[in-house]
Nanobody, 125 residues
Framework: VQLQASGGGLVQAGGSLRLSCAASRRSFNSFYMGWFRQAPGKEREFVATIKWSGGNTYYANSVNGRFTMSRDIAKNTVVLQMNSLKPEDTAVYYC???????????????????WGQGTLVTVSS
């Protein structure tokens, strides 16, 4: 599985960005597709994830209500719409894919087997 993330950039606080992650695999029915982020000097943290089959989404408390994750089955793509961005959202954002993840582990980056290259999001104050 190859993942290609795009859409990062520089935005002012309060603005919006849309990240996309295109996946090479044909079928992701047993997968979760996630977004994680890593700020300088910090550990990688969970942002959001979507169960490919059914489309259930889960968010970190810090982004809930501001970020929306969705999937396009025909294009094998997941999208992270980020609104009301804050300077603390500044980080490299990574998309990831993991198969047969148990729900309680969905926020653990170690259960995701495949990772994209990351895209930088910078939010200025």
């Amino acid at each position: 599985v190859q993942l290609q993330a795009s859409g990062g950039g520089l935005v002012q606080a309060g603005g919006s960005l849309r990240l996309s992650c295109a996946a090479s695999r044909r079928s992701f029915n047993s997968f979760y597709m996630g977004w994680f982020r890593q700020a300088p000097g910090k550990e990688r943290e969970f942002v959001a994830t979507i169960k490919w089959s059914g489309g259930n989404t889960y968010y970190a408390n810090s982004v809930n209500g501001r970020f929306t994750m969705s999937r396009d089955i025909a294009k094998n793509t997941v999208v992270l719409q980020m609104n009301s961005l804050k300077p603390e959202d500044t980080a490299v954002y990574y998309c990831a894919a993991g198969e047969r993840i148990i729900l309680s582990a969905k926020a653990n980056p170690r259960v995701y087997d495949y990772w994209g290259q990351g895209t930088l999001v910078t939010v200025s104050s």
